[in-house]
């Protein structure tokens, strides 16, 4: 465990020179990473997510991509297609942007849904099928979406289902005031993305497996389950978390204690992730959203109402 604590120590200390937030953002995009899901981060644009993502990148020495999203694009555009080579007189295929370790997808909801639809398969399957054969995506591998606000012209709203698919979801804010004023001040620096390769892919794959055999009890499996239970059952709720929800929430704790250099999953674990697996999967009454309820504010509630369970 604490060759991965090490791994964190060094791939945070890395990005944090060039992306400028809290300790804590990072340590849930690390999680992401070493759980093997996705991330969905909502907020205003120009607040560094593509630089989050390439500094990641080259951090842990994997390739890096970047995938604008437009109402024209089509599945091929981001998936690949195959060509007809005349020197070879060979059909090749040409891979798209989605074959890296690291992507970025910028106003993932102005993609059509069919387009949608594609990138999400190959991110649940983690694996692309063209004409009839498939290709097997790299290892590591975390896409990193943003998403324009909801209204705005030419946007396609994701589904729930689709939303579920993703296992995190952070948000983004404007930099206080002192942290703008220091990334003004090494904007230079920042542009020139000198990040060093201070691991490997194949530290990070060992990693993912040392996570897998972090210890988890029955009874915190049972808290994670009475948190869904909780959820479900409040009146405000259309439509609670999955069960997938749960195996997030299960993965990423494991994630954040394996980090930390812990050979078990304590409750608290549970609790610090749970805000940024469960408030996406919770759908509220359109009476509960007139009040000014959020999910946000549910998952809270539930964390404070739950009976934590006793080592």
């Given amino acids: 465990m604490d060759r991965v604590k090490d791994l964190a120590e060094r791939i945070i200390g890395e990005i944090s020179r ?3 937030s809290s300790r804590w953002f990072l340590e849930v995009v690390l999680v992401a990473i070493l759980s093997e899901g996705h991330i969905l981060i909502e907020g205003p644009v120009g607040t560094g997510k593509t630089t989050l993502a390439r500094a990641l990148a080259k951090a842990i020495g994997g390739e890096f991509s970047r995938i604008q999203m437009t109402p024209d694009l089509l599945p091929g555009d981001i998936l690949g297609a195959y060509y ?6 060979e059909w090749k295929l040409r891979r798209g942007p ?5 992507v970025i997808i910028d106003e993932l909801n102005r993609a059509s849904p069919r387009t949608q639809s594609a990138l999400l398969e190959a991110m649940q399957e983690r694996q692309v ?6 290709h097997q995506l790299p ?3 975390l896409v990193i979406a943003a998403q324009t606000p909801y209204g705005s012209e030419g946007t396609y709203p994701l ?8 296992a995190y979801r952070l948000t983004t804010s404007y930099p206080e005031r002192e942290a703008e004023i220091e990334i003004l001040r090494r904007s230079d620096e920042i542009e020139a993305m000198n990040v060093k390769n201070v691991a490997t892919l194949e530290e990070i794959l060992e990693a993912v497996e040392v996570c897998k055999k972090i210890y988890v009890s029955d009874r915190v499996l049972g808290y994670i389950v009475d948190l869904l ?3 479900r059952g409040y009146s405000e709720v259309a439509w609670g978390p999955s069960t997938r929800a749960g195996v997030w929430l299960l993965r990423g704790s494991r994630a954040l204690a394996c980090i930390e250099g812990e050979e078990y999953i304590a409750p608290d674990h549970v609790k610090r992730i749970a805000p940024y697996v469960l408030p996406h999967r919770i759908g509220l009454k359109p009476e509960a959203m007139v009040d000014g309820r ?10 404070e109402e739950v009976e934590v369970p006793k080592k």
């Fill in 18 to 20: 060039f992306f400028i």
């Fill in 139 to 141: 290892r590591p591998f």
């Fill in 294 to 303: 959020s999910s946000d504010d549910l998952v809270g509630r539930a964390l």
């Fill in 129 to 134: 099928s063209l004409d009839g054969k498939t």
């Fill in 84 to 89: 007809f080579d005349l020197r070879s007189s």
């Fill in 98 to 102: 989605l074959f890296a370790n690291i």
């Fill in 229 to 231: 239970r909780r959820l």
């Fill in 159 to 166: 589904t729930p289902v689709q939303i579920d698919r993703f």
